[in-house]
């Protein structure tokens, strides 16, 4: 996933010359608590916050060119980096929204960490066995069959219950990918677990091929 895939497109941006007391009409309409400060052909030059058009009142300031940070002191990241930058961004700098660019430096939408918690949100209510078939796909030659085979031993082995691969298959179709992670106690041993199951499948694979 990239950082266009989760970024806001519908964002506003300023110019440098723009009356703060338009300024802050304009963001409190739209409802935004930060936005890009961008010349006449949309690329970045600087960026404000509410915070800092609060502080340009008090210091009698008039213009945006007088509050903006500068392009220089902006944390932001290309459209097309990995969607996982943008999130380390906001998390290192403690910020609540980064500008989004193209390779000429126009500001393209905004990153915001509410489009991340919506993302994270969206995935966790994908289905289980989503993530199996598209497991399925990359283990070549291997059927759905043989996977849930594999996926009801390696249950059996990590609980000592014994499961058909039937019951085993229902069961990631009504779990959800966010259920899953709490029932194996986390991100990380969930995916250990598929490991183990490609292992596990991949081996009996080969042993059936020997005989």
Do not use: C
Request: proline fraction near 2%.
């Amino acid at each position: 996933m990239k950082v266009k895939e989760i970024m806001d497109n519908e964002f506003i941006s300023v110019n440098m010359d723009q009356n703060l007391a338009e300024t802050s009409i304009m963001m409190e309409k739209y409802k935004k608590f930060t936005t890009p400060v961008v010349d006449e052909k949309m690329r970045l030059i600087g960026w404000i916050t509410s915070l800092d058009i609060a502080r340009g009142f008090r210091d009698g300031l008039k213009t945006v060119q007088e509050i903006m940070h500068p392009k220089e002191d902006i944390v932001h990241v290309n459209e097309n980096d990995p969607a996982r930058m943008a999130v380390l961004k906001l998390s290192k700098h403690k910020v609540v929204s980064i500008p989004v660019l193209d390779d000429e430096g126009v500001v393209v939408g905004v990153v915001r960490t509410f489009d991340v918690v919506e993302t994270l949100s969206q995935l966790y209510e994908v289905k289980v066995y989503k993530i199996f078939e598209a497991m399925n796909e990359e283990l070549k030659g291997v059927s759905w069959d043989e996977l849930m085979e594999a996926s009801a031993i390696m249950t059996r082995r990590r609980t000592g219950k014994r499961i058909k691969p039937e019951e085993y298959e229902q069961r990631i179709r009504d779990s959800t990918f966010g259920e899953a992670i709490w029932a194996t106690g986390g991100l990380e041993k969930f995916f250990v677990g598929l490991i183990a199951i490609g292992e596990l499948v991949i081996a009996r694979k080969v042993a059936r091929a020997r005989k």
